[in-house]
């Protein structure tokens, strides 16, 4: 049975990176048609996509936090990771990682991690 | 960017009733639209994909419907355990938008 599950600091300074990462089980991460993405929830609020990466390096971005993001996959501990830089309070939320099948009919995040939650205070 | 709008933002009903949410997109996006449901504190699950294709495990109570700019989310009879948040996605390019949300709570 697939297990997403994300591993994160809890607690990040104001411009410091963020680093994030979500082992995957029960499924390889490199596996056709299946990319690895990021999706984050501020506090009471709605779902807001980060990116989504294949495990040959293709990815798919959302300009508004391009400049800030660096995703990349280890193939060879099956897990995917994720690094945001220049923290402000307004990325605090809770960053779920999900798998995002992409096929002809459109792409969807199929199966999703329990979250984790980061604080970004001083 | 897509925008995409439920409505009702909210709703109240009751087990058993017949429930019927909106999303409406911004421009045409053909059938490149999911729902997936959220209760508190847990992590979204897919219901819907491709607006009516309903994904493994999700059950036939729950349907969607529509295709351009317009779609449908209907629950047939409400259980309890449906009481939830529900958020429409667009994948038709990106940045992938999601909806801002319609929460079922119980009348």
């Known amino acids: 049975q697939l297990h997403l599950q994300e591993s994160g600091p809890g607690l990040v300074k104001p411009s410091e990176t963020l680093s994030i990462t979500c082992t995957v089980s029960?499924?390889?991460?490199?596996?056709?048609?299946?990319?690895w993405g990021w999706i984050r929830q501020p506090p009471g609020k709605g779902l807001e996509w980060i990116v989504s990466m294949y495990y040959s390096g293709s990815t798919y971005d959302n300009p508004s936090l391009k400049s800030r993001v660096t995703i990349s996959v280890d193939t060879s501990k099956n897990r995917f990771s994720l690094k945001l830089g220049s923290l402000t309070a307004a990325d605090t939320a809770v960053y779920y990682c999900a798998r995002h099948k992409s096929w002809r009919g459109g792409d969807y995040f199929d199966s999703w991690g329990q979250g984790t939650p980061v604080i970004v205070s001083s | 960017d897509i925008q995409l709008t439920q409505s009702p933002s909210s709703l109240s009903a009751s087990v058993g009733d017949r429930v019927t949410i909106t999303c409406r997109a911004g421009?045409?996006?053909?059938?490149?639209l999911n729902w997936y449901q959220q209760k508190p504190g847990r992590a979204p699950n897919l219901l819907i994909f491709?607006?009516?294709r309903l994904q493994s495990g999700v059950p036939s109570r729950f349907s969607g419907s529509g295709s351009g700019t317009d779609f449908t989310l209907t629950i047939s009879s409400l259980q309890p355990e449906d009481f939830a948040t529900y958020y429409c996605q667009q994948t038709y390019t990106t940045p992938f938008t999601f909806g801002p949300g319609t929460t079922v709570d119980l009348k």
């Open positions: 491709g607006a009516s």
């Open positions: 421009q045409s996006i053909s059938t490149y």
């Open positions: 029960g499924d390889s991460i490199n596996r056709s048609n299946y990319y």
